[in-house]
């Protein structure tokens, strides 16, 4: 394909963090003690989630870590075109179902990172509630999620900017969440 030829390849340490960033995601204790719907929309959310922590820590960080976080979220992205090509979307569907992807991220980002800068967990709460469980809300599950986030937010925060470009991140333990009193 020609237009293959010039499309940046991502490196190693991007596809890692990316990895990283995805299997944390993927962790059962979300599904079953935090409730999150295990759908298509569950699953991209809470990669989405831990994808604002990721970048939202990067911010700041000078060109270089700039440009790295860039190609860790063009990675993200084609990763979802490939998912959803991968799922049977049309060819001519894909364009507009990452726009619609994109967006949703640029939403969450919105309403996530406030409360995340001022740690305020109830309302990172309320803006979990409207994303993950808009049909029914699960208040304590919610609470537990913005607690894990602000935690993960503080971890992510204490670790070099190096080893953040390295994929070498740090979570929190989500089992540690699932039964905080609220």
Same mark, same amino acid.
């Given at each position: 394909?020609?237009?293959?030829? @010039?499309?940046?390849?991502?490196?190693? /340490?991007?596809? %890692?963090?990316?990895?990283?960033?995805?299997?944390?995601?993927?962790?059962?204790?979300?599904?079953?003690?935090?409730? !999150?719907?295990?759908?298509?929309?569950?699953? $991209?959310?809470?990669?989405?989630?831990?994808? !604002?922590?990721? $970048?939202?820590?990067?911010?700041?960080?000078?060109? %270089?870590?700039?440009? @790295?976080?860039? /190609?860790?979220?063009?990675? *993200? @992205?084609?990763?979802?075109?490939?998912?959803?090509?991968? #799922?049977?979307?049309?060819?001519?569907? !894909?364009? %507009?179902?990452? %726009?619609? #992807?994109?967006? =949703? $991220?640029?939403?969450?980002?919105?309403?996530?990172?406030?409360?995340?800068?001022?740690?305020?967990?109830?309302?990172? =709460?309320?803006?979990?509630?409207?994303?993950? *469980? +808009?049909?029914?809300?699960? +208040?304590?599950?919610?609470?537990?999620?913005?607690?894990?986030?602000?935690?993960?937010?503080?971890?992510?925060?204490?670790?070099?900017?190096?080893?953040?470009?390295?994929?070498?991140?740090?979570? +929190?333990?989500?089992?540690?969440?699932?039964?905080? +009193?609220?």
């Amino acid at each position: 394909m020609v237009f293959g030829l @010039f499309r940046r390849r991502s490196t190693e /340490a991007e596809h %890692k963090v990316y990895c990283e960033i995805v299997a944390q995601a993927r962790q059962p204790v979300f599904y079953t003690d935090f409730l !999150v719907p295990d759908t298509i929309d569950g699953r $991209f959310d809470l990669i989405v989630l831990h994808a !604002v922590l990721y $970048f939202r820590r990067m911010r700041g960080e000078g060109a %270089k870590a700039s440009e @790295f976080a860039q /190609a860790v979220f063009d990675l *993200f @992205f084609q990763d979802m075109d490939a998912s959803l090509r991968e #799922m049977g979307v049309s060819d001519t569907r !894909v364009p %507009k179902k990452v %726009k619609v #992807m994109g967006e =949703a $991220f640029y939403g969450r980002a919105d309403v996530y990172i406030p409360p995340i800068d001022s740690k305020d967990a109830s309302e990172l =709460a309320g803006a979990l509630g409207r994303n993950l *469980f +808009p049909d029914s809300p699960e +208040p304590m599950a919610q609470m537990r999620l913005a607690r894990y986030m602000l935690e993960a937010a503080d971890e992510l925060s204490a670790q070099a900017t190096g080893e953040l470009m390295q994929g070498l991140l740090s979570w +929190p333990d989500p089992e540690a969440f699932k039964d905080l +009193p609220v």
